[in-house]
């Protein structure tokens, strides 16, 4: 990705969670590219320096602020929100709920010494933060002539598997289906209110996710053979910044995107 896309987000100021890879890095460097200013998050503080350090030298300086630490703290998301207003001068008005961890294997087969973990982090730690920004929006919203004046986002990254169950990820999967529900249930609470809420919901992407999630390595192979070319995280991170270059009374409330070739999930 270049410079060259343009500045329809110029006036954003963006909140990106897992930003120190796979698809929460390549939205960051999307918004970016865009003309957005990003607050990055992820737990390596090295690697997100690394991320804003390149979204400086490519974009602009002064273009990226970093809030390091754990996504399902609420500390955390608190320190994130108010690094936004800090750093960029007002609230923000587009975050990107991305952080996420995966899991090979189904309700049967899969480790369920890590179940716990990853429900805190794909599931309570996505609803903490969709609240605090919906909280946050709302205000912002309240406190402005009209909500035309201004687009507000709040991005849910999904899965396939969270609309179309798959044994080989069942347990993984029931975490993005929990996720699919407190989108929608926040799009219906407050877009009268100006706030869009949108869902995205990936297919197949190549990046760290398969290799921490503990999948297969022969198996993969064979999913990338079979259905490949695979989606890379840019091609998500494309989606993301068309959805949140609408303009305020246009809502793209959920986009599937997938491999041509995935017929499954």
Same mark, same amino acid.
């Not at 429900?119 to 912002?140: F, H, I, P, Y």
């Not at 999948?215 to 259905?227: H, S, T």
């Given at each position: 990705m ?10 954003? #100021?963006?909140? +990106? @969670?897992?930003?120190?890879? &796979? ?7 999307e918004?970016a ?7 990055i ?9 690394? +991320?804003?350090?390149? #979204?400086?030298?490519?974009? &602009?300086h002064?273009?990226?602020?970093? *809030?390091a ?7 955390? #998301? $608190?320190?994130?929100l ?7 001068g ?18 049967? *087969? ?5 179940w716990?973990?990853?429900?805190? *982090? ?5 609803a903490r ?12 919203? =309240?406190g402005?002539?009209s ?7 709040i #991005? ?7 609309r ?7 347990? /993984? ?7 699919h529900?407190l ?5 219906r609470?407050?877009? &009268?209110r100006? +706030?869009?809420?949108?869902? +995205?919901e ?11 999630a503990? /999948? $297969? ?15 890379d995280? =840019? ?6 910044? /068309?959805i949140?270059s ?13 491999? @041509?070739?995935?017929? /499954?999930?």
């Amino acid at each position: 990705m270049g410079d060259t896309r343009g500045t329809d987000l110029a006036t954003r #100021i963006a909140v +990106v @969670t897992g930003a120190s890879s &796979g698809v929460g890095h390549a939205t960051a460097l999307e918004l970016a590219s865009r003309g957005c200013r990003v607050v990055i998050n992820a737990r390596r503080r090295e690697r997100l320096a690394q +991320v804003a350090r390149d #979204i400086d030298q490519r974009f &602009g300086h002064g273009r990226a602020a970093i *809030t390091a630490g754990d996504c399902a703290d609420q500390a955390t #998301i $608190d320190l994130m929100l108010d690094t936004a207003r800090l750093a960029f001068g007002r609230e923000a008005d587009l975050v990107v709920v991305n952080a996420g961890r995966g899991l090979n294997g189904s309700v049967m *087969t899969s480790d369920p010494g890590q179940w716990e973990e990853m429900v805190r *982090t794909n599931l309570l730690g996505a609803a903490r933060l969709m609240r605090s920004a919906g909280e946050r929006m709302l205000k912002d919203v =309240a406190g402005r002539p009209s909500w035309l004046d201004h687009p507000h986002d709040i #991005i849910a990254i999904g899965s396939v598997v969270g609309r179309h169950v798959s044994p080989f990820s069942s347990m /993984y999967g029931s975490t993005k289906f929990g996720v699919h529900g407190l989108a929608e249930g926040q799009r219906r609470e407050v877009a &009268g209110r100006g +706030v869009r809420v949108t869902l +995205v919901e990936p297919g197949f992407v190549v990046s760290e996710f398969q290799q921490v999630a503990g /999948y $297969d390595p022969a198996w993969f192979k064979g999913r990338l053979e079979a259905l490949g070319p695979m989606l890379d995280p =840019a091609d998500v991170a494309r989606a993301v910044g /068309y959805i949140a270059s609408q303009p305020p009374h246009v809502h793209v409330s959920d986009i599937l995107i997938r491999p @041509t070739r995935q017929d /499954y999930p």
